[in-house]
């Protein structure tokens, strides 16, 4: 089962950039493909951008050409680089590897973006 810890959340001003990290075990890391998803308060959880096996990318329109999404095979780790931010980027942010029918979630990171 994969286990997924993500990191690097806090407090930034609008304009400000982040870079959230994500861990994963218990799986053949790059076998998965792995996303981004966000959930503000009182919302729904929405996607944010995808990478897939062979490092293709997209992006939601909300985020496209300020986010960046990326991996690293041999650390097991998938990166969201945030520049540009805005308060309404303000969410927890989780990580998510799949791979056929198995679904995986972190614990989420906390991104406030003050304005």
């Known amino acids: 089962q994969v286990q997924l810890v993500e990191s690097g959340g806090g407090l930034v001003q609008a304009g400000g950039s982040l870079r959230l990290s994500c861990a994963a075990s218990?799986?053949?890391?790059?076998?998965?493909?792995m996303a981004w998803h966000r959930q503000a308060p009182g919302k729904q959880r929405e996607w944010v951008a995808t990478i897939t096996v062979g490092s293709l990318t997209s992006y939601a329109n909300s985020v496209r050409g300020r986010f960046t999404i990326s991996r690293d095979n041999a650390k097991n780790m998938v990166y969201l680089q945030m520049n540009s931010l805005k308060p309404e980027d303000t969410a927890v942010y989780y990580c998510?590897?799949?791979?056929?029918?198995?679904?995986?979630w972190g614990q989420g990171t906390q991104v406030t973006v003050s304005s």
């Open positions: 218990g799986t053949t890391f790059s076998t998965n493909v």
């Open positions: 998510n590897a799949r791979r056929g029918s198995v679904n995986g």
